[in-house]
């Protein structure tokens, strides 16, 4: 028969393996996070490569294709090595499900490049699509971020999971300002929406910053610190308030594309920072919890030898001390799984703006019967015509559901 | 190599398998319940049996004994069936350490009870035993409901444990007011316990009926007209509103006894609805998502041999067709975990001014150097001397928490 005691091992074995599994979970973030830089790359450059009508990066682009499949391979791996028997991975249904979209998008590269290379699509077009298939990556991110039981690791998967969306803003500010200067033309429409893209990456890279500890804090200020942000807004300048005719010098295409990329790659060393503290987090958390698991079994193994000495007097039972010993080890796994759980939902609250923005989206999505990306530009419009935040404006529309 | 649709099948096996662990909580759920309800007995007659110094319920207490022991067995089998492997249930932490306290609660019972047969303790002492015991075992039920993954099986729980919160709190009422009868006495601030305990058990009903379909709130319209409530209230308002000199005639104990006897095990009944509807439900979703994962499999058979059949013309991939299928059950999937997330989050929320209340708690305990009881205690004497909510006055406490 199973008895306090066997709960009270078994309730610390779930919490190594809920570790173990965040271990596993984290090391899949690390991966998707090299995957998400190399085709944000392969999107510059496409968008580089369409808008010079095949003139420009043509080498470049085949060469990072390979770079992409390389890596590509890597994460089908981890994906792989998920143990996709039910009840393995906490909170397996939307992970994996989320896993299925990004498996398709991969499937669905090889036919979008040949379309590129044969410039049988707009630039808007070819970045949309990469744009989704990034979102689907961020989106595994996410769900593992919101999975974590463990609030320090929750708290960096908190972080990962933005400064990966806010690098993913420079990468989409990076495509599309380099459409922008290599088609020479940008107008109001394309100005507003350069800056939402530099506003969203700010509020990122803040957030992530909130959640970070003080080295990944100063590894951020100097990589801010040696990018070329001089050049960086200089350009911007150009590109967010054109001239009256909305001509741009293609000439700066190849400035702008290199400015944002050597920025980017600054941001991705960051990022490899953030990644290895998660993997390092991870180990020691389970290498603790292993520790104070052989310590509780010690202290009850003497005890218990020690009340077997005595078990002539009694018939049941561990004995007074032994019990005694049991119910405080509970009673502080209690007190610490209680403090744990309300730091993780400290920590979850952060991830709240994205679910409304998102469940905002679904009711539009639903209601005007539109595809995602059209329902995401409905509500930055709104936000940028009422000049609110987006999260206010998603407010406002699940507060409206009813007349929608 | 995993694909899309591995994932796809994966994420709907994800979901049966946590379907299959709330069924089986579930079942742990009722099984508690008739614990729960034996145990009320049994701390009822205990109280009588104390006050009246022995001379009251004597033979009935011995038989009690015996049918809550049958149901204690019952209820640690349901233990054992438990997977204690890591990984397999979900919140298994949370909900294996709430096991333990009640393990060790029960091994205890035996020497509570001889105390209580030797009257070697005060019905205050022995009242506080049972309702630590049945606190650990709604503390598992109360696990179980805030660990629910379905939306309509955690607002079952949810109306589950609040209903079986306000039985106990009718069971302490019983057990408390009957102490009161049987000494001949109450004072003012037993009228303010009283009260206390009449509230919260009106609160909890409210919430389980506001969670509950109609049948049950007409089964517990019906359990209600069938109650003594007139002889009930009248009792209460003799208790509640003592002579001056405090004085209670111990005649009345019995008939007090009887009539919240009578209503609790009406209660019972009501319970055992909830039970049956909850078990119904976990059954039904369990069908229905098998029936939906066999649907989408022949869809997806279909597809692949008509896609075979055409393989010459490619190399890789499904085909089209078979494509969009797969990602429209994917988006549709994705779409459906996002509602019911959504969903999951309301009825969640009501499980927070519990929380809040533990935390509180907690607090207290910690900044005082008081068990829970004691912390419980200033809280509610806090909320009774400022007409105060409980739940007001644990944000409070939480909110002061720097200064404690």
Chains 1, 2 share one sequence.
């Not at 992970?95 to 808007?124: C, S, Y």
């Not at 070819?126 to 989704?132: D, E, G």
């Not at 989409?172 to 969203?200: V, Y």
């Not at 009256?244 to 990022?271: K, N």
Request: with cysteine.
């Amino acid at each position: 028969m199973k008895t306090g005691l066997t709960f009270l091992i078994a309730a610390r074995e779930c919490e190594i393996g809920e570790l173990e599994q965040l271990a596993l979970t984290s090391a899949l973030v690390g991966a998707i996070g090299r995957l998400v830089h190399a085709l944000q790359r392969e999107r510059g450059m496409s968008n580089v490569f369409l808008a010079s009508g095949g003139t420009r990066f043509a080498e470049q682009r085949t060469a990072q294709i390979g770079t992409c499949d390389a890596i590509a391979r890597e994460v089908r791996g981890q994906f792989d090595a998920l143990d996709t028997q039910a009840g393995q991975v906490r909170n397996g249904a939307r992970l994996f499900n989320r896993i299925a979209v990004v498996l398709h998008g991969l499937d669905a590269l090889p036919d979008l490049r040949a379309r590129i290379a044969a410039q049988a699509l707009g630039q808007d077009e070819s970045t949309a699509a990469f744009v989704r298939l990034l979102a689907g990556l961020l989106a595994v991110v996410f769900e593992a971020a919101d999975s974590a039981t463990d609030p320090d690791i929750s708290r960096a998967l908190v972080a990962m999971f933005n400064f990966m969306q806010g690098k993913e803003f420079s990468g989409q500010e990076r495509a599309f300002g380099g459409g922008c200067f290599a088609s020479g033309h940008a107008d109001g429409a394309h100005q507003q929406q350069w800056l939402h893209l530099i506003e969203s990456q700010e509020r990122c890279f803040q957030v992530a910053m909130n959640f970070s500890d003080a080295s990944v804090r100063e590894a951020w200020q100097a990589a801010e610190k040696a990018s070329p942000l001089a050049d960086l807004e200089r350009l911007r300048r150009i590109g967010c308030a054109p001239r009256a005719d909305g001509h741009l010098d293609p000439d700066l295409s190849q400035g702008w594309y290199d400015a944002c990329t050597l920025r980017i790659d600054l941001m991705r060393e960051v990022e490899e920072l953030l990644a290895t503290r998660l993997r390092t987090l991870c180990e020691t958390r389970i290498a603790s919890a292993r520790a104070e698991l052989r310590d509780q079994q010690a202290i009850l193994a003497t005890l218990s030898h020690e009340a077997q000495a005595g078990a002539s007097e009694r018939t049941a039972g561990y004995g007074p001390q032994l019990d005694r010993s049991i119910l405080t080890m509970v009673q502080e796994q209690s007190q610490r799984l209680q403090e744990m759980n309300d730091e993780l939902e400290t920590v979850r609250a952060s991830l709240n703006e994205r679910k409304l923005i998102e469940r905002a989206k679904g009711l539009l999505m639903a209601a005007r019967k539109v595809d995602e990306a059209e329902a995401h530009k409905m509500l930055r419009q709104t936000a940028m015509n009422q000049n609110r935040r987006l999260l206010d404006v998603a407010q406002s529309v699940l507060a409206m559901s009813d007349y929608l």
